[in-house]
């Protein structure tokens, strides 16, 4: 298997910037400060219509964790229906019982309209909530599912690297293993090296200035980094530089 880089993107821009720095595969998403949410339709087509991505899209209908009541599951299978009819090659998302175990219900429900269309079944970092990560991967196998996105249960994926090489070992030749969260340019190829893995989820982040963001006596700004105007972008360079080191 070729080596893959997976960008996170928050929007058409961003995907955009994904294309021309050479990525191939892309996470499309909303409201990355919450971890990434579902994106309207219209970004998916125009990503399609202007590019030759692979596009995975999140179904993920609000912040905090992956436990979803009927009325959020709801929306979830709506969003997965569209999106796979508009054009997704695919749909990233992760559902958890209240025990932090693997709702299997709602889990084949979303991967039966994926299959439905041909597409991949991606369970996002959710998985690295699951407190048994050895029985939810035989799971997600069983169920369908084509790809893991896991920082091995670290806020990092280099610090998790031992979990994520021991999970490549174990279910690499059944499913993939795609390593997320602080990776880029400077530790991909050692990442890669010390698991075995061979595709890496990154947001290439940068900021760009919206500079009606803060008004005299109001604030929409959600950062303190690098300014308050700010708003995370996909940072074509750094994409460029990341598909350049692996």
Known sequence: MEKVVEICCGGYEDALAAYRGGAKR??????????????????????????????????RPRGAGFCYGDADFAV???DA???????????AFGCLDKEAGLHEAQIRAIVEI?????GEAVFHRAFDCVSDQ???MEKLIEMGIDRVLTSGGRPKAMDGAARIAALQKKYGDRIEILAGSGVNADNAAELMEKTGIRQVHSSCKGWLCDPTTNGPDVSYSYTEEPDRDAYEIVDEALVKRLVETI
């Open 134 to 136: 050895d029985g939810a």
């Open 81 to 91: 229906e569209q999106m796979m009819k508009n054009g997704a090659d695919g749909i």
């Open 114 to 118: 994926v299959k439905r269309y041909h």
């Open 26 to 59: 892309i996470e499309l998403n909303s409201a990355l400060y919450l971890g990434g949410l579902t994106p309207s339709v219209g970004t998916l087509l125009l990503t399609k219509q202007h590019t030759d991505l692979k596009v995975i899209v999140m179904v």
């Open 76 to 78: 979830m299978q709506a």
